[in-house]
């Protein structure tokens, strides 16, 4: 009789990365600076996966899973001219929820050492909402230069296959088994940009733009073991 240690994943919102990045850029060829007439946005992130999710995790058939996962984002933004200065101000709206199940119990994820009806052996994941504000700003202060700023809040959710592996939650084997964990939270981003654009001739433009980038909820895994025993 002996416990069987597997794999589960977790987003940590303790652990946080923080990066900040200098970006000096020259150019030959003439860009006019009126283009910062339309401020600075960040760009909306776009689901890359279908509302259906059918994957296979790795090559066992018995990890096919076929899963309905949920998600819809709304946003708004205006734009803003006094003179010349620019404003665009936005909020979007991200929610999320994986439609499916994680273990009451995750010394006995499968539910067979100690068998226990399902609606106690298993809950749903909850579902996952954030709030993301946006602001871009740009400042012509000559003909030929522009300064530029923005701020934004960023939802990333986890790849389905960390949310949906191994949806039987079969443990086999001594550190050889990987669980998805449907309740995990999504990444949360938030990003600082501010830069300079100058004309320098005709032919040729300076673009030099610094930005700072705080990342919350990054993936990690975590190590359990099951209850001793050899059923599963």
Do not use: W
Request: aromatic residues 16%.
């Amino acid at each position: 009789m002996y416990s069987k240690p597997f794999f589960y994943p977790n987003s940590n919102s303790n652990y946080y990365e923080d990066s900040y990045c200098h970006t000096d850029k020259y150019k030959d060829t003439y860009s006019n600076p009126d283009k910062y007439k339309d401020a600075y946005s960040n760009s909306n992130r776009v689901a890359d996966a279908d509302a259906n999710s059918n994957q296979i995790a790795n090559d066992d058939p018995n990890n096919k899973y076929n899963k309905n996962p949920l998600e819809f984002a709304l946003y708004i933004q205006d734009k803003i001219e006094i003179d010349d200065f620019i404003v665009n101000i936005g909020l979007r709206f991200d929610y999320f929820n994986s439609n499916s199940t994680i273990p009451a119990d995750l010394r006995d994820p499968a539910n067979k050492l100690f068998p226990q009806p399902e609606s106690e052996a298993y809950y749903d994941a909850n579902a996952k909402t954030q709030l993301s504000p946006r602001l871009g700003l740009a400042f012509p202060f000559t003909e030929q230069g522009v300064i530029h700023a923005s701020y934004g809040q960023f939802f990333q959710i986890p790849e389905f296959s960390r949310l949906y592996e191994n949806p039987e939650f079969e443990v086999a084997g001594v550190y050889g088994s990987y669980l998805g964990n449907a309740n995990l939270e999504p990444q949360r981003t938030d990003m600082y940009e501010i830069g300079l654009q100058q004309q320098l001739s005709e032919f040729m433009v300076v673009d030099v733009t610094s930005f700072y980038r705080d990342v919350r909820n990054l993936l990690g895994t975590d190590l359990y073991e099951t209850y001793r025993g050899d059923i599963i």
